[in-house]
C-alpha cells in the first residue's frame, strides 16, 4: 500500500520560499512518478510539475516555471518541491501524488503553506 | 493547456437520489477523464479512471461515462457518506488539468 508522508505546514513571508517534502513508502520509488498539486482555498486542483521516476528531468507547468524546483532523493525516498519568490496568491495546501500517467491514485496528507506579511 | 469546465457548481439532493455531474472539456480528450471525491480537509480521492473504469474500493454506485469532450459522474442511490466535493481531470495531456468542483449538498 503507498503511503506518502509530507511535512508540516509552514509560515513563510512574501518574496521567500518554501520547501515541502514526501516521504513515499510502499512504492518503488525510483521507477514512481511523482507530481505536486495544490489547491488554494475554494479552489480546484492545479498541477504544479511533477517527475517520472528519479532518471528522469522533472516537467513544470508553464505558470511556475523558473519558480519551482522538483527533486528526489532515492536513498530516502523523498521527494521536494521548492517554490521561491512567494506572493499572497501562492496560500494553498500542497499536495505530493502518485499514479500512473497523470492519474493520481495515493496523494499525501497535504502541506498548509501560508503567505503573511 | 486544456479547459475543464463541471456543472453544476452547487447541488443539493437527498439520501437515495440519483445525481448526475458533467464535465466539459475544451478539446477532445478521448477517454482520458478522471473523477475525484473530495471531503473537507482532506485530499482528493479517485474514483474513477480513464472515463469509466471503478478504482479499486470504491462503491459500485459509483460510475462514469462519455468519451471525446462530454463526461458524466453519475452516484446512483446516495448515502451519507457521499456528501462531498467532485472534481473532473483530464488525463490526456500534460499538464493535467481538473475542473473547478460540484460541492454537493444535503437537501
Do not use: H
Not at chain 1, 49 to 64: D, E, H, M, V, W
Not at chain 2, 5 to 13: F, G, K, M, R, V
Amino acid at each position: 500500500q503507498v503511503q506518502l508522508e509530507q511535512s508540516g505546514a509552514e509560515v513563510k513571508k512574501p518574496g521567500s520560499s518554501v520547501k515541502v517534502s514526501c516521504k513515499a513508502s510502499g512504492v518503488t520509488f525510483s521507477t514512481s512518478a511523482l507530481s505536486w498539486v495544490r489547491q488554494a482555498p475554494g479552489q480546484g486542483p492545479e498541477w504544479m510539475g511533477g517527475i517520472a521516476s528519479t532518471f528522469t528531468t522533472p516537467t513544470y507547468a508553464q505558470k511556475f516555471q523558473g519558480r519551482v524546483t522538483i527533486s528526489a532523493d532515492e536513498s530516502t525516498s523523498i521527494a521536494y518541491m521548492d517554490l521561491s519568490s512567494l506572493g499572497f496568491e501562492d496560500t494553498a495546501v500542497y499536495y505530493c501524488a502518485t499514479g500512473a500517467t497523470r492519474t493520481f491514485d495515493s496523494w499525501g496528507q497535504g502541506t498548509l503553506v501560508t503567505v503573511s506579511s | 493547456d486544456i479547459q475543464m469546465t463541471q456543472s453544476p457548481s452547487s447541488l443539493s439532493a437527498s439520501i437515495g437520489d440519483r445525481v448526475t455531474i458533467t464535465c466539459r472539456a475544451s478539446q477532445t480528450i478521448s477517454y482520458s477523464l478522471n473523477w475525484y471525491q473530495q471531503k473537507p480537509g482532506k485530499a482528493p480521492n479517485l474514483l474513477i479512471y480513464a472515463a469509466s473504469s471503478l478504482q479499486s474500493g470504491v462503491p459500485s454506485r459509483f460510475s462514469g461515462s462519455g468519451s471525446g469532450t462530454d463526461f458524466t459522474l453519475t452516484i446512483s442511490s446516495l448515502q451519507p457518506e457521499d456528501f462531498a466535493t467532485y472534481f473532473c481531470q483530464q488525463s490526456y495531456s500534460t499538464p493535467p488539468t481538473f475542473g473547478q468542483g460540484t460541492n454537493l449538498e444535503i437537501k
